[in-house]
């Protein structure tokens, strides 16, 4: 078998039998295939497309490049979350502990942020003390005793994708929904839940900016999913907004642990809840109106915050600061942003608002940059809101101070404001089973 043979195949759109697909990933994670048939293959995919069978070849095979997490023990109980990423994102800290506190078995791994995304693990190391990092064997002991963990993503997990990723990062190949669902699935293959939520986002702060182009990759997610042998849905979020009211990585923390306290609801109540609901069905192959009524009831009678506290403090984290979040650190300046004129706010460029987090240190620009945990965003005012000429419509949080001016100026060039009533968003926007 020839590289050269596979590629021309492709790019006359001929269908790939799985022993290519596998000869390609396997020679390309050793080295024997070399980046440049490696970016024609990818540049081949993007114009001729791949079937549902060649992509859930190509998932498997990046799946089994390298290690993998054996969740067999747990037995239909294991059940993970993906999302495609935006800005304010913090579900998996209100989702997970409620579904774990309602007997599911939760082994995530999550990643960093990236630009104007969010990463769950930055999130959790502002907790003082706790851990992203376990063996294995800590990892599932922790599921064991307490129903989740919680940790990044271990060095040779998919490795495949970790070199396909980054050729396609600078290769103009990233567009591709065979692709991106191999790329997505792959990891969660590898991950080893049985039951997978995904929650693919659309808007101005997430990847897929129409949802036209999130349905069609939801889609392919949900059925690759199943054709591998896993039990997955999907479902389509806003990300025209940021989700919730605080951007940035302990913030958000402080955000989540007001939700699963009870004291706060809205969009990120709605999103997280309609997400745990979802992955609680499927687990129990109960109705997800049955689910709904479990997973409310959960943040009602505090079962999950009290999960959380046992999850956090388990991985060495100082649950003191979920008790009281005054004890977070406090980032050095907090500036307001003020209304230049009054009016509604008709729209928030969520991407812009996520970069203008990441100028005041809450984000990276490349992955050695590092995390100022205190630094981000408070929102007072959303999409939707009326505003009077010098109102505070938003408080910035740094410990750099010469990074305000530029962060208010690209917070300001995110709000249109004008007259007239704003039709109301939808937040979920289709579920897909």
Known sequence: MRMYDILQKKRYGEELTREEIEFFIKGYTEGSIPDYQAAAFCMAVCFAGMTDRETAALTDAMARSGDTVDLSRFGN???????????GDKTSLILCPIVSSLGCKVAKMSGRGLGHTGGTVDKLESIPGYRTSLSEEEFLDQVERTGLALIGQTGNLTPADKK???????????????LITSSIMSKKLAAGSKNIVLDVKTGSGAFMKTPEDAEKLAENMVRIGK??????????TDMDRPLGFAVGNSLEVIEAVNVLKGLEKGDLYEVSVSLATEMVSLVKSITPESARREVENAIETGKAFAKMKEWIGAQGGDTSVLDDTDLFPKAAFAYEVRAPKGGRIRKMNAEDIGKAAAILGAGRISKEDPIDHAAGIVLAK?????????????TLFTNDEASVAQAEERFLSALEIGRGNVPEEKLILKIIR
Request: hydrophobic share 35%; charged share 20%.
């Open 77 to 87: 109980l294991s059940v993970d979350k993906h999302s495609t990423g935006g800005v």
């Open 164 to 178: 396909l990723y980054a050729l396609r990062d600078v290769t103009a190949t990233i567009d591709s929904i065979p």
């Open 227 to 236: 054709s591998c042998g896993r039990n997955v849905s999907a479902l389509l």
């Open 382 to 394: 959303k999409t939707g809101d009326s505003v009077k000429k010098s109102d505070v419509i938003a």
